[in-house]
């Protein structure tokens, strides 16, 4: 190699939309991006193709030099060809690769149960599922941890989100908030009374899972679900609130799957009178207990479709207890039931019933404990 002795380097620089051939050897500097190119030189001296070489610096992108990828699969011993054989398998950047999965921690969120997170996860649900923006649009992952926040997050249409299990990922917000926890929200991310006053489109298809939603102010709520249609929750815990879920406006189709209600002081569900379609629940929500004081309590009100209940009320002072099987049918607003029950020798004066309008509530003349959970809703 020959050496070449240089007693003033000539560097050339402006912005990076304008880097121009350079010299063998020559210096490029781009001042807008902060990266630092070098000439090849001609094909005539050696060099394999004209053009320039970037000179790594801390602002280079490493993603885009590691190389491409392919799928491999399992060791099983089994050729998979990514493409139309071995020979011409299908690249990807890694930048592609790590870009299928989207993690709020990505946008900022850290879980640690101290930071507020509010801000970091809207951010990421508002740049995936704002209207145009179209191939970015993907399931967004809340890995394990709990992530404090002071106002809701925001589910728009289309919104898929996933967590670590009911267990791990727990979303809490504050007792000084003074909405849900999460909350259906329209394409311009307008929520409670505003949804859709200003045109946006209604919130649809809306997927969350496996975490927990938690509010830590008795008057709130962890969910409400707002003039949405077509939204699956399943396997969320939701702790506190007055109601576990809220289910407001012409929302239709509401579908609530292996879900558990602790901590609310009235009931888990609460559904609006201006709920058009029916909320469904195909296998059950977790069998809920709650003590019963003297007189009528009014445990919850019962969707449109129909189903049964489940229950078990038992006297604390005297053991005495009823158990039973309600029968259920609820037709635009309009509710019919009918109650089968056992009691032993030493009965529980008590009475389950739904009224015409379908609230569900239970009378007992002694302070007990009711078990019950809904089934087969359709």
Aim: contains cysteine; negative net charge; proline residues 3%.
């Amino acid at each position: 190699m020959a050496i070449l002795q240089i007693s003033q380097m000539q560097v050339r620089r402006g912005l990076n939309q304008d880097l121009p051939q350079l010299a063998s050897g020559e210096l490029g500097w781009s001042l807008d991006t902060r990266q630092l190119y070098i000439g090849n030189g001609t094909i005539a001296e050696g060099a394999p193709s004209l053009g320039v070489t970037e000179i790594l610096t801390q602002y280079s992108n490493f993603a885009n030099f590691v190389g491409s990828y392919t799928f491999k699969g399992l060791l099983g011993g089994t050729q998979i060809n990514t493409g139309v054989n071995s020979l011409n398998p299908v690249l990807r950047t890694l930048q592609d690769k790590l870009d299928d999965f989207v993690d709020v921690r990505d946008f900022g969120a850290v879980g640690n149960g101290v930071a507020d997170d509010t801000a970091a996860i809207n951010r990421a649900i508002k740049n995936l599922y704002s209207a145009g923006i179209g191939l970015d649009k993907r399931a967004i992952y809340i890995p394990a941890g709990v992530y404090l926040i002071s106002g809701p997050i925001l589910l728009p249409p289309g919104a898929t989100i996933r967590g670590d299990g009911k267990a791990n990922t727990i979303i809490n917000i504050g007792a000084t908030a003074a909405y849900a926890a999460m909350t259906t929200c329209d394409s311009a991310y307008q929520y409670g009374n505003s949804i859709g006053s200003t045109g946006g489109t209604l919130p649809n298809f809306v997927t969350v899972s496996d975490l927990t939603i938690q509010s830590s102010n008795a008057s709130t709520y962890p969910l409400i679900v707002n003039s949405a249609t077509d939204v699956i929750f399943e396997r969320i815990q939701y702790i506190g609130g007055t109601y576990s879920v809220s289910v407001a406006g012409a929302s239709s189709v509401v579908k609530l799957y292996n879900s558990t209600f602790t901590g609310y002081s009235t009931a888990p569900l609460l559904i609006g009178a201006t709920v058009t379609g029916v909320v469904t629940r195909n296998d059950h929500l977790d069998t809920t207990q709650v003590t019963l004081n003297t007189g009528t309590t009014t445990l919850t009100t019962l969707a449109n479709g129909g189903g049964y209940i489940d229950y078990q009320v038992q006297d604390n002072s005297n053991n005495n207890y009823r158990f039973g099987k309600l029968n259920y049918s609820v037709s635009n607003g309009v509710c019919s039931f009918n109650d089968n029950y056992n009691e032993p020798a030493l009965s529980l004066n008590a009475n389950l019933w739904a009224n015409s309008t379908g609230t569900l509530s239970f009378t007992v003349t002694n302070t007990s404990t009711l078990k019950y959970n809904i089934k087969t809703f359709t």
